[in-house]
């Protein structure tokens, strides 16, 4: 069994920054891509970054050069850095990992930036 957890999420004025943090426990191990997604209000839940257990990653267009994530394999944690934000990034962030066929899911955090 895998648990996500995420932690950081919360209230920001924008053009401020917020770093999300998610920890695996659990049955733990090699893990191909951990990342991050989100999901706004009547919008579909879409990618935002991940990164491969080599370290090559991949960026939604609107948060390119924005956010950055990174990734410790030895404590299965992945960490999201958001700069800039904009009203739109407000939205609920999810932790996700994916080994094989299975993928994980943390409980999401709130994200909310004010204009």
């Known amino acids: 069994q895998v648990q996500l957890v995420e932690s950081g999420g919360g209230l920001v004025q924008a053009g401020g920054s917020l770093r999300l943090s998610c920890a695996a426990s659990g049955s733990v191990f090699n893990f191909v891509i951990m990342g991050w997604y989100r999901q706004a209000p009547g919008k579909k839940r879409e990618l935002v970054a991940d990164m491969f257990s080599s370290g090559s990653t991949n960026y939604a267009d609107s948060v390119k050069g924005r956010f950055t994530i990174s990734r410790d394999n030895a404590k299965n944690t992945v960490t999201l850095q958001m700069n800039t934000l904009k009203p739109e990034d407000t939205a609920v962030y999810y932790c996700?990992?994916?080994?094989?066929?299975?993928?994980?899911w943390g409980q999401g955090t709130q994200v909310t930036v004010s204009s």
């Open positions: 996700n990992a994916l080994r094989g066929p299975f993928s994980y």
